[in-house]
């Protein structure tokens, strides 16, 4: 892999930087042990489901790899036990066994996710259910389709969990010491407003706190794709994910990571690593996605002269408004070379989902198969 990067803005603005890495990213040893049973183990990139937005029955991958088809996933290692009793069945026994390449940024050290797989495939339909379990929580997804007809497909993917192990925004009380403080600066002190907003960044905090939670938060997502007999295929997905923030929530997420960045840049020592920590924590919440209800139309066609094909993604956040846009675009040269580009654009406010952290972002490629 070879990697070029240019910083345009930011604390890195002007600075470029080239680097480039050998690995391999997927093997897999495979033995049949006996009539219908096979055994591997191996790096994989482990997918399953129907849908584009997300995969949230897949307990073992974040990115499903259809956000950037040219942008490769990281394998994980995995050992496998495979039964298949029937034509129409097929059961799976699988365990992570290390995190391999996919090094996921995370305050939690790496532990083994245990899953149970029954899946169905019919003419027309198909069906899986998957029974995962890592350390003491226990996950249920499913992930289902039925062809109605020769141009339109429905299906549906979800996964349900009792409790939540992302980092939700809390409120401290009151404590002694922030009280002390601002008894001892009056209001119009020149020290006051440092004051304040070290207090403030003191008074919440990324927490936990669903933890332990006995309600069970599910994650559904429904879709359906309709391809055109000369146009192309356009597909439409609703997701509800009962973990995401809701709106007070959200609300003090996007305060409290406000003050922490500030006590990063401009308050130094303690006040600084607190800040330091706090972004680090609201930059990584475990969550998929931050809030609850998202829509996302997509179009795509291939076989363009013969050459071509394109995707086109509207992404929507239904509860803070904003926005991704992401087109993809590649060209064969023949049988071996291909040419892409990708390019992704958000929208929305400054304390909002996609309005966060990049405004736009394209890549540019050569891909050669053996």
């Known amino acids: 892999m070879f990697d070029y990067r240019y910083w345009k803005e930011g604390q890195r603005e002007g600075e470029d930087d080239w680097n480039d890495e050998w690995y391999v990213n997927e093997w897999l040893v495979r033995l049949k042990a006996a009539e219908r049973v096979f055994l591997s183990y191996g790096r994989e990139n482990l997918q399953w489901g129907p849908s584009f937005l997300y995969s949230p029955s897949n307990p073992f991958f974040f990115d499903n790899g259809r956000s950037n088809p040219q942008m490769e996933v990281a394998g994980m290692d995995f050992a496998r036990v495979v039964f298949v009793p029937h034509m129409l069945w097929t059961v799976s026994f699988m365990v992570n066994t290390d995190q391999g390449r996919n090094t996921l940024i995370s305050t939690d050290p790496f532990e083994e996710t245990y899953a149970a797989k029954i899946d169905y495939t019919g003419n027309q339909n198909y069906a899986s259910l998957i029974l995962s379990h890592k350390d003491d929580d226990t996950t249920l997804g499913y992930f289902g389709g039925w062809t109605v007809s020769d141009a339109l497909l429905l299906y549906s993917e979800g996964s349900m969990r009792q409790g939540s192990d992302a980092l939700y925004p809390n409120l401290k009380r009151r404590s002694l010491g922030q009280s002390f403080l601002e008894a001892l600066f009056a209001p119009n002190s020149e020290l006051r407003p440092i004051l304040d907003r070290y207090t403030s960044l003191r008074s919440a905090y990324m927490d936990k706190t669903r933890e332990d939670d006995s309600k069970i938060y599910p994650t559904i997502l429904v879709g359906g794709a309709y391809t055109f007999e000369d146009i192309g295929t356009l597909t439409l997905e609703y997701m509800y994910h009962a973990q995401g923030y809701d ?8 305060s ?11 308050m130094g020592a303690y006040p600084g690593l607190l800040g330091q920590f706090t972004l680090y924590q609201t930059g990584n919440t475990g969550l998929r996605f931050l809030r609850k209800n998202y829509t996302m139309l997509q179009y795509y066609k291939g076989n363009i002269f013969n050459r071509m094909e394109t995707t086109l993604r509207w992404t929507q956040n239904v509860d803070d408004g904003s926005a991704q846009f992401l087109g993809l675009l590649s060209y064969s040269l023949g049988n071996h070379v291909e040419l892409f580009s990708s390019g992704v654009l958000n929208t929305g406010k400054e304390d909002s989902e996609f309005g966060t952290f990049i405004n736009y972002q394209v890549m540019f490629g050569l891909k050669y198969t053996l």
């Open 256 to 266: 409290l990571r406000g003050r922490a960045a500030y006590a990063y840049l401009d």
């Open 247 to 254: 709106e007070d929530e959200a609300d003090l997420y996007y």
